[in-house]
């Protein structure tokens, strides 16, 4: 199924999640919040509108490493050539040709590797946050993961839901467990060979039966 659908989808059922927790709008709106998110989370393992919305274009990071390759190369050389060899040469030399390098190799789903690292480094930062740390940690590994793996398993709603809990000790916001919850499963439903849209099922159980459904 597509991105923009399982948005709709989790936004739909992380409202009635929500309004299930607490009957109010606020709440219901919460939850529809969290419910969009969280049915796209799964496919941050393949390139598409979840990895694509949290990941820098491609192109841009590209193009802002070559440059600043470039220039940290050509200040080193004018200042060998005005002042002579120093010690920085290697430093400096390196740190350019490494992004010079890296900038040919980079892919979309690396960026999301860096996305993931990023967020991982917000987590320490607000107090070594859990449930942040941890979100990093899911965005790392799905960026590595074949498309419609672990995080499209029973195995992938446990750590999300762990997740939550982690968010929810240091954030408590009514319905975001429901919510998130709702929303992640409403993807692993609506990804399902039942509907005929999917030529591809879902693998609930892995690692232990790879049977798609
Ligand atoms: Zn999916």
């Given at each position: 199924m597509k991105g923009t659908s399982h948005l709709f989808v989790g936004t739909a059922v992380g409202a009635i999640a929500g309004y299930a927790v607490q009957p109010d709008i606020r709440t219901a709106l919460i939850g529809a919040a969290?419910?969009?998110i969280s049915g796209v989370v799964p496919d941050l393992d393949t390139n598409g509108l979840a990895s694509n919305s949290i990941t820098l274009s491609k192109k841009v990071s590209k193009w802002?490493?070559?440059t600043a390759g470039m220039v940290i190369l050509l200040t080193l050389i004018y200042q060998t050539v005005i002042y002579g060899l120093s010690s920085d040469i290697y430093l400096y030399g390196g740190i350019g040709?490494?992004?010079l390098i890296v900038s040919r190799l980079?892919?979309?789903r690396r960026m999301l590797t860096i996305t993931g690292i990023l967020v991982m480094l917000l987590g320490l930062v607000l107090d070594q946050s859990p449930g942040?740390?941890?979100?990093?940690?899911?965005i790392i590994?799905?960026?590595f993961l074949p498309h419609r793996s672990y995080t499209h398993s029973i195995l992938g709603i446990v750590f999300y839901v762990y997740i939550l809990k982690q968010l929810y000790a240091q954030w408590p916001v009514d319905g975001l467990i429901a919510a998130g919850t709702a929303g992640y499963i409403s993807h692993l439903f609506a990804d399902m060979k039942l509907l005929p849209v999917n030529r591809r099922g879902v693998k609930w159980f892995?690692?232990?039966w790879k049977r798609e459904f």
């Open positions: 969290v419910g969009g802002l490493m070559e040709l490494l992004l980079i892919t979309q942040v740390l941890l979100a990093g940690s899911y590994i799905a960026s892995l690692p232990l």
